[in-house]
């Protein structure tokens, strides 16, 4: 039972380069999340999906593109990488839209 | 505008002692409000999770606090260890709306020996 897992761990891109970020869960739950994490702001959202087969834009969406490929996996896409989305990126799940989310390990981007 | 802030930014005690830490918001309608905790290099795990009508709430070393009134949250950790040091993050759901939750930026706690 691995919970929630992200790969890679660690990218390092250049400018204009494109990638996807993969995130798998074995929990059966419905919502999955995806969020960006920078020194002093804290966590915000970038997309989520409520359910399988639907997905929303969060807070800070512009850059990015999803795709909720089953109920297990929430993938994340930068088409065009940019030094301003240099961050720390989270995927996250919940049983349901309220719930405690699980979060995974995280994935260290740098875009140079 | 709903918001979420948390005091300290940073704080550093030593090992065996009590500290506590301030969670703020304005976040409305209120549904609940979450501790988490986040060591380095790894993801948010939750602590605990409080709804409008319970006022403290236990997991262990940790004690959490809500005064609704006054929108306000503590975390209470007694006795402090050396794995207690890092981010927590209080993180308050609004009852309506698609983007419901709402994150501070963090406490970051070091424990020292």
């Known amino acids: 039972n691995a919970g929630v897992t992200q790969t890679p761990k660690f990218q390092v891109l250049k400018t204009g380069q494109s990638m996807t970020l993969q995130c798998a869960q074995d929990m059966n739950h419905n919502s999955m999340y995806w969020y960006r994490q920078d020194p002093g702001m804290g966590l915000r959202l970038i997309y989520y999906s409520a359910s399988e087969g639907t997905t929303d834009k969060g807070e800070v969406p512009n850059g990015y593109n999803v795709s909720r490929l089953n109920k297990r996996e929430f993938s994340l896409r930068l088409e065009s990488a940019a030094p301003s989305q240099t961050s720390v990126y989270f995927c996250a799940t919940s049983l349901q839209g309220r719930d405690t989310q699980y979060f995974g390990p995280g994935t260290r981007l740098t875009v140079l | 505008k709903n918001q979420v802030e948390q005091s300290p930014q940073s704080l550093i005690i030593l090992e065996g002692k009590n500290c506590t830490l301030q969670c703020n918001y304005t976040v409305s309608p209120f549904s609940n409000l979450r501790w988490y905790k986040q060591d380095t290099g790894r993801g948010p795990v939750s602590l605990t999770i409080?709804?409008?009508?319970?006022n403290t709430k236990s997991n262990g070393r940790y004690t959490a606090t809500l005064d609704a009134d006054t929108k306000q949250s503590s975390l209470h950790i007694t006795a402090s260890q050396l794995s207690d040091s890092a981010s927590y993050i209080c993180v308050v759901s609004a009852s309506a709306g698609a983007n419901n939750l709402f994150f501070g930026t963090g406490t970051r706690l070091t424990v020292i020996p």
């Open positions: 409080m709804t409008f009508s319970e």
